[in-house]
């Protein structure tokens, strides 16, 4: 009798399985004949109107509001959630203070304090248009209304 490895290929073919008949055959291409032109022929309304849903959802902005969260959450466990968020954030924090030395914090808020300025504490210098000489009709009628009158040259007295 031959073994299990003797290469005997009666037993190897048993070892595959019959193969399909060609009635299972028929029958699986039949399923995916319908299975390919249901794929052509696009998704239904139906299917349509539950992506469109889902997308909406998911572009939503108030997706992570706690309040969109919460709905059908148990309130036991959202508190537990904060409170260990909020653990967490003071943890962060004296780790922070811990690690950073006094120069490196100080340097940090001088940086802050000048972008702070650069962004939003200066004002565009203010521009006035000064003639540099007399226009036109103000040297025909000798007004001097519209100019800055020159310095005057006596010394102030202090």
């Known amino acids: 009798m031959p073994t299990k490895g003797s290469g005997d290929p009666a037993q190897a073919e048993e070892m595959l399985g019959p193969e399909p008949s ?3 055959v028929e029958e699986w291409a039949t399923r995916e004949r319908a299975r390919r ?3 052509l022929s696009g998704p ?3 299917e349509k109107a539950q992506w469109a849903e889902r997308e909406h959802d998911r572009r939503s902005p108030h997706q992570d509001s706690p309040l969109r969260r919460a709905a059908g959450a148990n309130p036991s466990r959202l508190v537990q959630r904060y409170m260990r968020e909020v653990q967490l954030a003071t ?3 004296v780790s922070l203070l811990l690690n950073v030395s006094i120069s490196d914090a100080f340097d940090k808020l001088v940086q802050a304090g000048r972008e702070w300025e650069d962004e939003f504490a200066t004002v ?4 006035r248009r000064v003639a540099m000489e007399p226009e036109r009709f103000e040297r025909d009628t000798g007004s001097n209304s519209g100019r ?3 310095p005057s040259q006596t010394p102030l007295s202090g």
């Not at 565009?124 to 521009?127: A, D, E, F, G, V």
Request: charged letters at 25%.
């Open 37 to 39: 032109q249901a794929w």
């Open 22 to 24: 060609s009635v299972e």
């Open 148 to 150: 800055v009158p020159p």
């Open 124 to 127: 565009p210098p203010r521009r």
């Open 91 to 93: 943890e962060g924090a």
């Open 44 to 46: 239904t309304d139906i």
